[in-house]
């Protein structure tokens, strides 16, 4: 399918494309070898997801950035793919976290496996900078970065009310000034999202692809759809949104709660929203 067509994006045959393009996207990856050490962390994705997206954005040898990397799940999902990675991550208990499993860890045959483990495997390259990736993506040439799959903190400080803890919000915050978890609501939250996707813009190579992972909310009795306002908000920076994949991990979905069983509709919000976006 496709064979004759040179492939601009990615490494992947046509029938994988054409795979990748259903909007809904279930996935089913148990906790892996590191996961012990990321699950601190509490937000963290699975490396063998941010590898599926990474595959699909770029080709082998290309440069993906995280400017939100937490424990790094982007850049073991680029090491798994052959890609090379940079993440910054303000919180410095999360950058150690992540140059532990560097330290200890090694890729043999597309799987993260303990360094004592194995006989041979691939070192895990991607770097890691601590700092807020405000400053740190100024500091970037234009232009040199072939995909940013991330997935910020969907944090305000809201403080929600009405059925006890009727949100899936569940963001640990570090209480460092920079840390877009401590925006004081939406509308901050949206603005400094907003001034950093203006130079995830500008750090982009023209015509690839901003991927970003958002939760959405119930908060206050209402739906708050986090993941279309984020997208709205960078369509004003010039990307164009291109689409969303509804994602849902079963391996290690929560259970669901009975919020406000026999009463009102209030949903288990058990997706993200993979956003995915395009400088053109
Ligand atoms: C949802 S988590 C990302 C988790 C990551 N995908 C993983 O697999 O570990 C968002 C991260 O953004 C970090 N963060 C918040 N504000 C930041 C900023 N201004 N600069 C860099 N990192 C920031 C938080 O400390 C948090 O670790």
């Known amino acids: 399918m496709g064979g004759k067509l040179r492939n601009r994006l990615n490494d992947l045959d046509g029938r994988q494309w054409l795979y990748w393009t259903d909007t809904l996207y279930i996935t089913n990856y148990p906790p892996d070898a590191t996961h012990v050490l990321r699950k601190q962390h509490g937000a963290m994705k699975p490396p063998e997801v941010m590898a599926e997206i990474i595959r699909f954005f770029t080709k082998e040898g290309e440069l993906v950035l995280d400017p939100f990397a937490g424990v790094g799940g982007t850049l073991l999902g680029a090491a798994l793919t052959g890609r090379k990675s940079l993440g910054f991550e303000i919180d410095p208990r999360w950058v150690a976290v992540y140059r532990t499993i560097q330290r200890d860890f090694v890729v043999v045959n597309g799987v993260l496996c303990p360094r004592e483990e194995a006989d041979n495997g691939e070192a895990i390259n991607g770097e890691m900078r601590q700092g807020d990736c405000l400053a740190l993506l100024k500091e970037l040439p234009a232009a040199s970065v072939a995909a940013v799959v991330t997935d910020p903190p969907y944090g305000i400080n809201h403080g929600a009310r009405g059925f006890g803890g009727e949100t899936n919000f569940n963001m640990l915050s570090s209480g460092l000034a920079g840390d877009l978890g401590h925006a004081p609501d939406l509308e901050t939250f949206l603005e400094r999202l907003q001034e950093i996707g203006g130079e995830i813009w500008r750090v982009l190579l023209p015509g690839r692809y901003l991927v970003m992972m958002v939760g959405d909310r119930y908060q206050e009795g209402e739906y708050v759809p986090l993941g ?47 956003l995915i976006l395009r400088k053109e």
């Not at 009463?263 to 993200?272: G, K, L, M």
């Open 228 to 274: 279309f306002l984020v997208a709205q908000s960078l369509r004003e920076v010039g990307f164009k949104f291109k689409g969303v994949k509804i994602w849902s991990n079963k391996a290690t979905r929560r259970p669901l709660k009975p919020y406000a069983v026999k009463s009102v509709f209030v949903p288990n919000i058990t997706h993200q929203n993979i």
